[in-house]
C-alpha cells in the first residue's frame, strides 16, 4: 500500500486504531464515496448543466489517488451509464431529479462521503474517511458566504443516518440537512474542506484537501495550475 499524508500532514502510521479499521473494513462493507449525476432537466441551473459521465470519473480518479483504504465508488444516476472505471451505480428514485434529491444516497446507511460532481480531491483523505468509520455525527462545511449556515458541497456521514432519507418530505437538501444538527467541517479538519471562490481563487492549495466550486465557475472553465494537476 503506497504511503500517503495523514491528517496533519506527515507520513500515514499504521496505529493501534487504523489497525482497527482496517480489520473492520476487511469483515464490513468498505466506505462509501457517493456523487450523483443526472442529464440537465427543467431544475437544473446554468451552472450545472454540463455534468456527464467525465466528470464522475475524474472523481473517483482523484478518490483513488488520495484513499489507500478501500472504497465503493457509488453514483446516484437518472438513467444507466457507461463508466471506464469501477464504479457502482445506483438508479434515482424521481425520474426528473432536483437538486433536493442529493438526500437519497442518505438511504445507504453505512459510511460515506458525499460530494458533489464539481469538487476537487487534492489531498489525502483516510483521516475524512476515518471520521465517516468511527464519529457519530454527519458533517458539513459552514457555507462559506453565510456563516450562520450550512451548505453540503461534501458531508461526511458516519452509518446510521438512513432516517435523513425516511424522515425527508422533499424538501430543500440543505435545510433538511441543517435540522439534522450537523458538525462543522471546518472545526474538525480547519483549511481542509474549502471553498474555490471563497477561500482559494488567488489564493495558494496549502492543506487543502478538498475543494468544492459552488454556483458559478466550474473547474473545467479555469486555468489554475493545480486543477490539471489534481482534475484528470
Known sequence: MRQAESGSGGR??????????????????????V????DANPHSKSFSSMYDESWVEKLFRGCHRNLTQPFEFICFTDRERDFEEPITQMQMMA????????????????PMILMGLDT???????????YCLTAEN???????YKPWQVCNGVALVPA??????DNWAGQNDMDWIAQQGPAHIDALFPGQVLSYKVHIRGA???????????GQQKPHELDDPWIAEHWS
Open 120 to 130: 476537487i480531491i487534492t489531498g489525502n483523505i483516510d483521516h475524512l474517511a476515518d
Open 35 to 38: 456523487t450523483l449525476l443526472w
Open 12 to 33: 500515514a502510521l499504521m496505529n493501534p486504531k487504523r489497525v482497527l479499521l482496517r480489520r473492520i473494513m476487511e469483515l464490513n462493507d468498505p466506505i462509501a464515496i
Open 204 to 214: 495558494e492549495l496549502d492543506d487543502a484537501r478538498i475543494v468544492y466550486f459552488h
Open 95 to 110: 425520474s426528473v431529479p432536483s437538486y433536493a434529491d442529493c438526500i437519497e444516497p442518505y438511504k445507504l446507511n453505512r
Open 160 to 165: 446510521g443516518h438512513h432516517l435523513v432519507y
Open 138 to 144: 454527519i458533517a458539513v462545511p459552514i457555507d462559506p
